[in-house]
Nanobody, 121 residues
Framework: VQLQASGGGLVQPGGSLRLSCVAS????????VGWYRQAPGKQRELVAA???????NYADSVKGRFTFSRDNAKNTVYLQMNSLKPEDTAVYYC????????????????WGQGTLVTVSS
């Protein structure tokens, strides 16, 4: 399944953004999906994951601020980001697989372009 993230932008600290991730090529209904981010000079990290059944997990750094949801009818997942901090600045990516283990490991053959989130005053 091919996934493409969008919705990034420039936001002030404390602000909110909602990222979208649209799937093409196949339906994501049976897929686990992850949101990842890569800040300048750092490795890509998993920030949130959702199972095919809708269960979610979050990195400690975003827990309580980010919410992952999915709309299988629209073949889309979302990441609602509230109370944004400068350290949330990064390129955000989404990717999915049938197995949650693949999402957790982040070992995909390809990645979409990502969407840049900049948190700055």
């Amino acid at each position: 399944v091919q996934l493409q993230a969008s919705g990034g932008g420039l936001v002030q600290p404390g602000g909110s953004l909602r990222l979208s991730c649209v799937a093409s090529g196949s339906n994501i209904r049976a897929s686990a999906v992850g949101w990842y981010r890569q800040a300048p000079g750092k490795q890509r990290e998993l920030v949130a994951a959702i199972t095919s059944g809708g269960s979610t997990n979050y990195a400690d750094s975003v827990k309580g601020r980010f919410t992952f949801s999915r709309d299988n009818a629209k073949n889309t997942v979302y990441l609602q980001m509230n109370s944004l901090k400068p350290e949330d600045t990064a390129v955000y990516y989404c990717n999915g697989a049938r197995l949650m283990r693949t999402v957790v490991d982040g070992k995909f053959g390809s990645w979409g372009q990502g969407t840049l989130v900049t948190v700055s005053s």
